[in-house]
């Protein structure tokens, strides 16, 4: 089966620390092989760092049933958080726009769970109403001249776009960020995708299930056929309104337990994801993604 071990049928979260591998005396291990040997094939964990970690250092954290069939025929993406390491500049800039307009006392912090809904909600909590559209345009005149600079590949994610397309299945990238910016930023990497939804396309974004729907559509499959792969809950919603199973990535601004109630498998980055599918998740040495 292409996507084992993400898509064997677990039913079952983390085992022992100490052994390093999903234990099959855990209280919550359903109907796995016996012996360890036979479910570390299934789920290992890719380091032996705090617990918290371990949860989402493994290759498919659990498995709720939600899948029907064992081969996606489309892969969505979110794209900030998700194929690009980009959260540190796009709340530099956002913080950046708010101490021109003379707002102060916003943090980091404040901004960081905001990212992945429309640039106008997130501005709409810091200013005025009637400023909103101002900050947005002082944001999006300052991003198009940096958006290269702060907005480089999570390692790994060329060569996983390419490994989907080699074997038969259409690739996406849905966001909320404007449309133009992000087929600027994949044109930029050289990434060949299916489909490229942003905002501005006349469809409601993200966390309305509309954009995914829309994405389906333009690469001929059901929602039950794809699966959304993103960063926030925000992701997470649009994709099950979509009805769409959604696989979670921790490196985000939503940690494993915002995430874990709405995702089909946790990741704690895009390489893991990359090797639950069985594709190798080393980067081309000749890479020169940014």
């Not at 049933?65 to 540190?88: H, N, V, Y």
């Not at 390419?162 to 087929?183: D, F, P, Q």
Request: proline fraction near 5%; charged fraction near 25%.
């Amino acid at each position: 089966m292409w996507f084992s071990p993400l898509f064997h049928p677990l039913r079952s979260a983390l085992g022992s620390r100490r052994s390093g591998l999903l234990h099959p005396d855990a209280p919550f291990h359903r109907g796995l092989p016996s012996d360890s040997d036979a479910v570390a094939q299934h789920v290992l964990l890719v380091d032996d760092a705090d617990w918290k970690e371990a949860l989402v250092s493994v290759h498919a954290v659990w498995h709720r049933g939600r899948l029907s069939m064992e081969k996606p025929r489309a892969l969505l993406f979110d794209l900030d958080g998700t194929l690009i390491d980009s959260f540190d500049g796009i709340v530099q800039i956002f913080l950046e726009v708010l101490g021109e307009m003379g707002v102060t006392g916003a943090s980091a912090d404040d901004v960081r769970p905001m990212i992945g809904i429309p640039l106008e909600d997130c501005y709409a909590a810091f200013v005025p109403r009637a400023r909103v559209g101002e900050a947005v345009e002082r944001y999006r005149a300052n991003y198009v001249g940096r958006m290269h600079d702060i907005s480089p590949a999570y390692a790994g994610a060329r060569e996983l776009l390419e490994a989907l397309r080699s074997v038969g299945v259409r690739t996406g990238v849905v966001s909320n960020k404007r449309g133009a910016a992000v087929r600027e930023i994949l044109a930029r990497k050289g990434w060949t995708l299916d489909v490229i939804l942003g905002e501005g396309e006349g469809i409601r974004a993200k966390p309305e299930p509309d954009l995914i729907l829309a994405a389906c559509e333009r690469v001929g499959v059901k929602p039950d056929e794809a699966m959304y792969v993103g960063d926030s809950i925000f992701d997470a919603r649009a994709a099950l309104a979509a009805g769409v199973p959604f696989a979670g990535l921790t490196t985000g601004a939503h940690a494993a337990d915002e995430l874990d109630e709405r995702a089909t498998g946790l990741f704690s980055t895009l390489a893991h994801f990359s090797r639950a599918l069985g594709f190798s998740s080393e980067p081309n040495v000749a890479s020169t993604d940014r």
